[in-house]
């Protein structure tokens, strides 16, 4: 096996110029898109842009009227006369429409009133991007609290496929608005004598629409665009190792070089070992010198520990794996099919796709969200994502299931190219 690996690493090493332009070609590419497109990634926000059902399964009248008379006998004549006034303002499915037809918040939110099977209906296939509910007696419930400090309150439902920004805004915008309410309800609670003053601004603030912001989360670094490009670019070309070791068989099958070795005793499955190792060291070779080049000239990551720079080094030699599994299942794909250029090409369309969608050739930000899902399942897709996750302040913990996925990728490409690989007396 050995002896396979010497030969592959050798032939790389006599095309200098090949290795040249691989090193060099990828800090060229680093520094001109680090300067000429910084925003790509460092201002880069997904569109907030959204639909949004409203389901009103709440009877409003049924229940301010169960509110007022209940009163009765609950408080005095005194705060019933406040109160009452106060409560008929409160209606919670016009002041929530009020709320999303405010201008800024209009500006990305679109909300319909649907009944509850045809919003379910709707989110089902995506055309709206979440449900929001105001459930059944919401009306008594929320006034109880608001007013008697009473019960358990009520609370809006969101319903949504799946968590995303989108929803965490969605959530942010009904949670500031309804503490607002809450808030204000317990001052005029607590302001029970100035109750005309009280109701006024009860009233305005149910009114008001939440006021947003900008927050920085304590133990998230925001990643920069050198470092973005530096990690996709690098990944993209070391995933180009693979189709060129299986373009350098091209010469040795129609050599007859292979067919040789055959005839000499030698077993077919050391010859595409042999492969795997070379693109394994190639691909760790030049990840490392790129990186480490990059990290000096861009500064890159400064003041990092050690544990930073080990779990780094883990999911890359993972990456490398993955790419020499690849190596082996072009290789394979080429010593069966009669034609070698149909085999090379097929692999570098595949690249070039695993390219696109796994955010090396364009950031994954400006991509559809159904091509960064599909991004995530492919080896450098999930392997960028989980180095900007590690370079944000990510744990262990949360690599576990890149470095499964890396590993099980390995395995199972490993059995299929073993298994399409000719055997002796097949070819």
């Not at 296939?125 to 009306?139: L, Q, S």
């Not at 019960?151 to 809006?156: E, H």
């Not at 900008?214 to 920069?224: D, K, P, R, S, Y």
Request: hydrophobic fraction near 50%; aromatic fraction near 10%.
């Amino acid at each position: 096996m050995s002896v396979f690996f010497k030969k592959d690493f050798l032939v790389y090493w006599r095309d200098r110029k090949e290795m040249l332009i691989a090193l060099l070609l990828p800090i060229a590419l680093i520094l001109t898109l680090g300067f000429t497109m910084p925003n790509w990634v460092e201002n880069a926000n997904e569109s907030l842009d959204m639909k949004v059902a409203l389901v009103d399964s709440n009877e409003h009248g049924a229940g301010l009227t169960a509110f007022q008379k209940s009163l009765e006998g609950r408080v005095s004549q005194e705060q019933m006369a406040s109160i009452r006034p106060a409560a008929s303002e409160f209606d919670p499915k016009t002041h929530l429409m009020q709320l999303f037809e405010d201008e800024e918040v209009k500006g990305f939110l679109e909300v319909s009133v649907m009944e509850e099977a045809t919003a379910m209906e709707a989110l089902d296939i995506e055309k709206v991007t979440a449900v929001i509910t105001i459930p059944e007696g919401y009306t008594l419930a929320a006034l109880d609290k608001l007013f008697l400090n009473e019960g358990d309150g009520a609370a809006l439902t969101i319903t949504a496929q799946e968590d995303s920004i989108k929803v965490s805004v969605l959530h942010n915008i009904l949670s500031g608005y309804l503490n607002q309410v809450n808030f204000h309800a317990a001052v005029t609670n607590a302001m029970g004598s100035q109750s005309g003053a009280s109701q006024t601004e009860f009233t305005e603030t149910i009114t008001q629409s939440p006021r947003g912001g900008l927050e920085e989360i304590e133990g998230v670094q925001m990643i920069t665009s050198f470092q973005y490009y530096t990690i996709a670019i690098s990944i993209f070309f070391a995933l180009s190792i693979s189709t060129t070791t299986a373009s350098k068989s091209i010469t040795e099958k129609r050599e007859q070089v292979f067919m040789r070795m055959l005839l000499a005793g030698m077993r077919p499955y050391r010859y595409l070992t042999g492969k795997v190792i070379s693109t394994f060291c190639m691909s760790l070779m030049q990840l490392s010198v790129i990186i480490v080049c990059s990290h000096f000239i861009f500064r890159l990551f400064p003041g990092r520990s050690l544990s930073f720079w080990v779990g780094m080094a883990i999911i890359l030699i993972l990456l490398c794996f993955a790419v020499s599994a690849l190596s082996a299942l072009f290789t394979a794909l080429l010593f069966r099919m009669n034609d070698a250029d149909v085999a090379i090409g097929f692999a570098f369309v595949l690249l070039v796709v695993l390219g696109v969608v796994g955010g090396n050739l364009v950031p994954m930000y400006i991509l559809p969200d159904w091509v960064m899902n599909v991004g995530r399942v492919t080896p450098n897709g999930i392997t960028l994502t989980s180095l900007i996750q590690w370079i944000q302040g990510g744990t262990f913990q949360d690599m576990w299931n890149s470095i499964l996925y890396l590993g099980t990728f390995f395995v199972v490409v490993m059995a299929a190219s073993l298994w399409i690989f000719p055997r002796r007396g097949h070819i």
